[in-house]
Every structure is written in C-alpha cells, then in structure tokens.
C-alpha cells in the first residue's frame, strides 16, 4: 500500500507546484492521474519514488515485510534499496538505446544483483530465463536480442513493461506510457498494464480521460497542484471541463482524431 | 565609377591586415625573398638525398615497428585514463568539486604539448620508449578527457534516471546509462587519437622516445642523406597506413552498427 501525505512544493518565486497532494492507493486499484499541462501530475509521481524531493509531505511506502518507509526522509541508500521495489515505465521509454531489449529488461533487477557481477553483465541463466519470461508476457521474445534503438515506439514501451514485470516491484508507476503511441499501441499498453495491477497498485499519468475511464479503476484529477477529484474514473463532461478547463476541446479534438484513424 | 565610400568597410581592413602581416613578416625575418631562397636550397638538398638508401630499409622496420607500438600503447593507455577523467569532469555524474579538479588537471594537460612532457619524462625514466608511451598517454587525456566529458555531460537525464530509479548504485549508472551510450564516441575519437599519435610517436623519436624518429634524426646528424631518405619513405608509409586502416575499420564498424 501506498501513502500520499501533504506533499508541497513551491518554486523560488512562490508559485505553488504542488499543494497539499494527498491520497491513499492499495494492491487491485489502478489509479490514473489526470489533469492538464503543468498542473502537477508529474511531479507528483516523481515525488513517489523519490526522483524529486517536496518541500514538506511524506510519501510511505512498504517493504515485502510489511516495514513502512517515508520515501522523503530515508537516506540515498535506502532510497535505492526502496526504488528496487518501485516499477517505473517513463514517458517516451527511456530506455538504453544500445543495449539489446532483453539487456534493458534486465536492467530492472540492477539494484537487487551484486554490484560487482552486475558491471560484468554477469547476469545468471535462471535470470535471463525470467527476463525472457517477461519480454515473452509482452510478446516480444522475438526480438530479444535486437538493439533497443532499433524498435519502433509501441516496441520499445512493451520493452519497458518487460522490465516493470521482470524488477517484480510492489508498486508500480507509469508516466504518461501511452502519450507518444497510436491508438492500437495505447490500448494494448493499457491492457498489458491493468492486469499488473492484480498483484500491485499502480499509478499512471494520463493525458487520455477516454483510456482511464476504460482501463483504471480510480481517477484523481490534479489542478494547479491540488486534487480537485478523487473517484470514479467515468468523469462527466462538467467535471472533465473543470479538469481540463480550456484545454478540454483540444483534448477531445485529439481523442476524435485518434478514434477516427483507428477506425 | 569607383566610390570609396562603397568599398570603405572592406578596403580599410584590408589595409591594416597587410600591414600587420607585413611587420610582422618583417619582425621574424619571415620574407618572400628567403622563402624562395630556401625553396631552392630545399629542392637541391633534396636531390642531394636521391635516391634513397634501400639497404638500410629492413633495419629500420624493427623501429619503425616500435614507434607503431609506442603509439598504439599510448594510445590503448591514454584512451583508458580519458574515460576515467571524462567520467569524473561530467557535471551530471560527479561532485562539483570533483569535476572542477578534474577539468582543471584536464585543461593543465592540454596547455603542455607532448614533447615538453616528453622532455620532462626522459629526465626521469632516461631515453627510450616508456616515457613516449607515458607522454602520448598523458596527451591523450588532454583531448579524448574533454571531448568525452562533454558528450557525456549532452547524455539524456533521463537515461540516467531510469537505472538510478531502479535502484541501481553509481558504478551501474556507469556501466549500463552512460558507457553503452558513448562508445560510438569512445571508438571514433580513439581511432582518430591513434593517427596523431602517429605522427606524434616519430617526433617524439627524434627527441629520445626511439623508434624511427630516432633513426631520421640521426641519419640527418651523421650526414647519411640517403639513409634520411629511407626513413622518412618508412614515416609517410606508416602514417599514410595508418589513416587507411583507420577508415577502414570505421567503415566496417559503421556497417556493423557499431557507430550508430
């Protein structure tokens, strides 16, 4: 289970980024994060594994014994022993380039290997076995062995879902994983992400109300670095016009667009 | 018609760029006159020189050899040193202080050239190859050291987040974030490094590092001109193979992918 408590943050010249951002997620839910440019969706997942430090809030996470641990206070130490356990799928895939897709899979159990077999890429057979496992589970086993840079971009996500699944994490996060897809890649993302969160909460930040109202089974809508909603992801065109405010038509235009050239 | 005031911006630096070439030219003695003299002197010394002395040639391959060895070492040791260095002057992956220092003994090295620390070493480990291997190695820092802090300081952060945000320690940042991203880099510019340390292996011949510097020199000082002649056909032979080889092999690796 994760707890979200209070998390602020301010810029120098006193703009609020974040504002009192707080909320509880457990194993089952798949919470999507919506909200428009600059509200503070981001930020607000980077906070979640320590990848931006808030100005005051607490971010409790717990460990496979049930220990919590304040992301926000623990040392660089514990933060990376933490992280090993927190799955992030980044917006545009960042991935390594030149390494191979099942290299980039393994790269998610660096943290829970011996450091010194590790820079060897001293990797067991029984692991790349289980890597393999994952990039079989996106349906990529095909093109394990092909340089990363290589891949096309729906590819290169998969690849990244390899690596959440292969890291076995007890929280998972995605950051805007479907933003840079067609609407075919993104809905196969979203259905290869919602059954992970049987065995983990996870949390994403979407762009897309259409993907979340289909696949996530909680939506908390972020503006101006405060929740303005917490609930059910089937959101009225009221509540989507608070959300997005003047954006909203952009978005549904974009949705329009996308579902035309799907179909 | 002619206006002067049309051509002003550009006759009036004209004007000053020819005076202070020619005093200069002036001040150094440099003159078409002597340039011509010693064109002459040149082409008739080099007649003096024809042909060249071909029974000298299978002695000086075992030196010309050495001076390909003392390159390619300083080269293997300089590369290895320069990504060390790189990786400490990287603002993105070091302390700054540990950057500071570091692109300062970088910036240090380059202000030296390789014969003056070449002039430095022979004081302290004698005449011979290891302090050619040590200067080109040092020299190599110098270059290789910045260029490839610079590339790795352009890397995304992102690249480097996605391994810290599993967990991963520094050194796995390293090896698995930042190397595999550079090594394009590490191998063209190291190719490139091997053909100036070349060049560089013979000159540094001439001042006590052996090799088939050594032998140009001193066929020069004992009077053997035909000899000389011999040596410099082995140097232009060796520093021309040695660009050949090196687009080659960049060929081949950017055919592989390798350079991509």
């Known amino acids: ?263 | 018609m002619f206006s002067f005031k049309r051509y002003r911006k550009f006759i009036l630096p004209l004007i000053i760029l020819l005076t202070v070439t020619e005093g200069a030219a002036v001040i150094c003695g440099a003159t078409f006159g002597k340039l011509f003299e010693g064109l002459y002197r040149g082409i008739a010394f080099f007649g003096n020189m024809y042909p060249p002395d071909w029974s000298a040639f299978s002695e000086m391959l075992e030196p010309a050899l050495q001076s390909i060895v003392i390159a390619f070492l300083g080269t293997v040791f300089g590369a290895l040193m320069s990504i060390v260095f790189a990786l400490l002057a990287a603002s993105n992956l070091s302390h700054p202080w540990v950057r500071a220092v570091t692109r300062f003994l970088i910036g240090l090295e380059r202000s030296i050239p390789e014969i003056v620390i070449l002039i430095l070493l022979v004081a302290a480990f004698g005449l011979g190859a290891m302090p050619g291997v040590v200067a080109l190695s040092l020299g190599c820092i110098g270059m290789l050291g910045k260029l490839l802090a610079d590339i790795i300081e352009e890397i995304d952060p992102l690249m480097i987040e996605s391994i810290e945000s599993v967990g991963g320690n520094k050194l796995q940042v390293i090896v698995f974030g930042v190397l595999p991203q550079i090594i394009p880099n590490i191998i063209s510019y190291t190719l490139f490094r091997f053909e100036i340390n070349i060049r560089l292996s013979v000159l540094l011949g001439a001042v006590g590092a052996g090799g088939v510097g050594y032998e140009l020199d001193y066929s020069f000082g004992m009077l053997q001109y035909h000899r000389a002649f011999t040596a410099m056909i082995i140097i232009i032979a060796m520093v021309f193979g040695t660009e050949q080889f090196s687009y080659y092999l960049r060929k081949k690796l950017k055919m592989e992918g390798a350079l991509k």
Request: hydrophobic share 40%; with cysteine.
């Open chain 1, 1 to 263: 289970m994760l707890e979200v408590k209070n998390l602020t943050k301010t810029l120098p010249n006193g703009r609020k980024l974040l504002d009192g951002i707080s909320f509880k997620v457990k194993k089952g839910e798949f919470v999507g994060i919506l909200g428009s440019s600059g509200a503070g969706k981001t930020l607000t997942l980077r906070c979640l594994n320590g990848l931006l430090k808030p100005d005051s809030g607490s971010v409790i996470i717990r460990d496979e014994l049930d220990r919590p641990f304040d992301i926000c206070k623990i040392n660089k130490r514990e933060l990376r022993r933490v992280r090993q356990k927190i799955g992030v799928i980044f917006q545009g895939y960042h991935l390594v380039k030149r390494l191979s897709a099942l290299e980039n899979v393994m790269i998610g159990k660096l943290g829970q290997i011996n450091t010194f077999r590790s820079l060897f890429y001293g990797f067991t057979d029984a692991e790349a076995e289980q890597a393999l496992k994952a990039l079989d589970k996106v349906k990529m086993s095909q093109l394990a062995g092909s340089m990363t840079g290589n891949l096309s971009g729906g590819e290169m996500q998969r690849v990244a879902i390899a690596r959440a699944i292969f890291q076995s994490p007890t929280l998972l996060l995605a950051d805007e994983p479907i933003s840079n897809l067609d609407p075919s890649n993104a809905k196969t993302i979203m259905k290869m992400i919602k059954p992970l969160s049987e065995h983990m909460p996870v949390i994403g930040v979407f762009h897309q109300p259409e993907m979340t109202a289909k696949y996530c089974t909680r939506v908390i809508a972020i503006k101006e670095g405060q929740i303005i909603y917490d609930g059910d992801p089937k959101l009225s065109n009221k509540r989507l016009e608070e959300i997005y405010g003047e954006e909203l038509e952009l978005i549904e235009q974009q949705e329009h667009l996308l579902a035309a050239i799907a179909k």
